[in-house]
């Protein structure tokens, strides 16, 4: 039967209203139809069931749109390899996720919706697979990596710095999962804090936050020596080729990517004053609650006094004394100057993020010349 969008978001969107249950449904579906499954996720469930339906939403409300799903399953078919993923678990995983949908939609169900789902899997599934099968002719499913260097900024601020055990091929702006073997099947995106280096080593940026396994683990008890896995690298979020002058709006560990970034554009463009290879400048705003929390300004410095074309602006929005800029990232934003002509990349807490590419909108910046990503869930 031919794909028939209509009846999948028709009855999905009966599901929507008990994503919880139905998402629990699902796992305990599959697990008692492969037992063995159950050994590839982590030992709670809760934040796996929320990952799931929200990866699943996505999928089902883009099915309209067949160049923007090809894209996200081919990140999830890559991304899946980390997992142990393999052609044979798709399957099962399709038998579950059907069985979830006939129970929780059965008031509307017909065998029109079954074919439907069956036909919509089958081909999700496939672009998955063939993504995965694609990417493990390049690249390991994951890399083991040792920590070579961990430095607490802040109570909760850490920036650690790891070796991978064979180089990875990354572009400055992407993330990758990140599990410490105190927390196994457990994994946790990370942006990359730095533009390639020589010695293949990457920098994460991590900050503890309530209830986070991998990011308490990675500021408060990872040392060095310690070995960690790396995922594939992933995002869109990497750098310009416009020639066009740059703005960074960063807020907190947000700066991470950002960070990457400018490092590679001011390291490619010195000494080209003219043409596509120029230095562009780049205006890099740098926001915390408190200036005790600029948990980088230092270095920043140290890179600004290097590039005369980048400015550094550190913004404290909760501290009315602060001898400096303050406010929010996004009113302070405004406040400077218009940045019509500029790429623009913003990185931080997702209100501020939905904020700033608002006004961004609003004032006029093209949409393509927004740049913005977070790391994406995987079921």
């Known amino acids: ?13 009966v599901v929507e209203p008990v994503a919880e249950e139905a998402a629990a449904y699902f796992y305990g579906r599959l697990f008692s139809g492969s037992p063995r499954l159950r050994a590839m996720f982590p030992p709670a469930m809760g934040e796996q069931r929320e990952r799931l339906f929200a990866a699943l939403t996505r999928i089902v409300w883009m099915a309209d749109n067949p160049e ?51 036909a919509a899997y089958r081909m999700a599934a496939d672009m ?22 961990h430095e607490r900024r802040t109570r909760d601020i850490a920036i650690v710095t790891v070796r991978p055990s064979q180089r990875m091929d990354f572009r400055p702006g992407q993330h990758v999962a990140l599990q410490t073997a105190r927390w196994p099947r457990v994994w946790r995106a990370f942006s990359i804090a730095n533009a390639p280096r020589a010695d293949d080593t990457l920098s994460f940026h991590v900050k503890a936050v309530p209830g986070g396994w991998v990011s308490s683990s990675l500021v408060r008890e990872t040392r060095i020596g310690d070995q960690v896995l790396l995922g594939p690298p992933a995002g869109t979020m990497v750098p310009p080729d416009s020639g066009r002058d740059i703005l960074c709006v960063a807020g907190g560990t947000g700066l991470a990517p950002l960070k990457a970034i400018v490092e590679h554009v001011v390291e490619h463009t010195t000494g080209h004053t003219t043409g596509p290879g120029r230095v562009p400048g780049i205006h890099l705003l740098f926001g915390a609650r408190h200036a005790a929390d600029l948990y980088d300004l230092d270095d920043l410095i140290r890179m600004e006094s290097g590039h005369p074309r980048l400015r550094v602006l550190p913004v404290v929005s909760d501290e009315p004394d602060y001898d400096g800029i303050t406010g929010s990232l996004p009113d302070v934003m405004e406040r400077l100057r218009p940045w ?4 623009v990349y913003v990185c931080g807490p997702a209100p501020m993020v939905d904020d700033a590419v608002s006004r961004l909108r609003r004032s006029g910046v093209p949409t393509s010349r927004i740049h913005h990503d977070s790391p994406y869930g995987a079921p």
Do not use: C, Q
């Open 1 to 13: 039967m031919s794909l028939n969008p209509r009846l999948v978001k028709e009855s999905f969107s």
């Open 340 to 343: 019509g002509e500029h790429e």
């Open 68 to 118: 923007g799903l090809s894209a996200y399953l081919g990140r999830l078919g890559r991304d899946h390899r980390k997992y142990g993923v393999v052609a044979e678990h798709y399957t099962a995983f399709g038998d579950a996720l059907i069985a979830t949908i006939r129970r929780f939609a059965a008031e509307i169900w017909t065998p029109e919706m079954e074919a439907a789902w069956a």
């Open 128 to 149: 998955m697979k063939e993504a995965a099968e694609a990417d493990a002719e390049a690249a390991p499913p994951w890399w083991p990596a040792e920590v070579v260097a």
